[in-house]
């Protein structure tokens, strides 16, 4: 079940824009980042040849399909680590 988004997943998001029409965006998850204060999307439209990024603010988003889910790579947790200077 997904509960996420992930780097490097497919994504197709409709964002509602200035004008009558949405806005559609389809491309691969770069991340996530921030434009002020607000929380914004990174996606790649372009290809491997040729990167061509948008950024989409969440609070534009009116829903996102999921076109293909990359397992999310987890890193591993060193646990508590003692420091002895």
Do not use: C, W
């Not at 949405?22 to 914004?40: D, K, R």
């Not at 790649?44 to 534009?60: A, F, M």
């Amino acid at each position: 079940m997904m509960t996420h988004l992930t780097k490097g997943s497919k994504y197709r998001i409709v964002s509602a824009s200035s004008t009558e029409e949405n806005v559609i965006s389809e491309g691969t998850l770069q991340g996530f980042l921030t434009m002020g204060e607000e929380p914004a999307i990174l996606l790649n439209l372009g290809t491997e040849k040729s990167e061509k990024l948008r950024v989409i603010p969440v609070n534009t988003i009116l829903y996102i399909d999921v076109i293909e889910q990359r397992e999310e790579k987890e890193e591993q947790v060193k646990g508590d680590l003692n420091y002895i200077s």
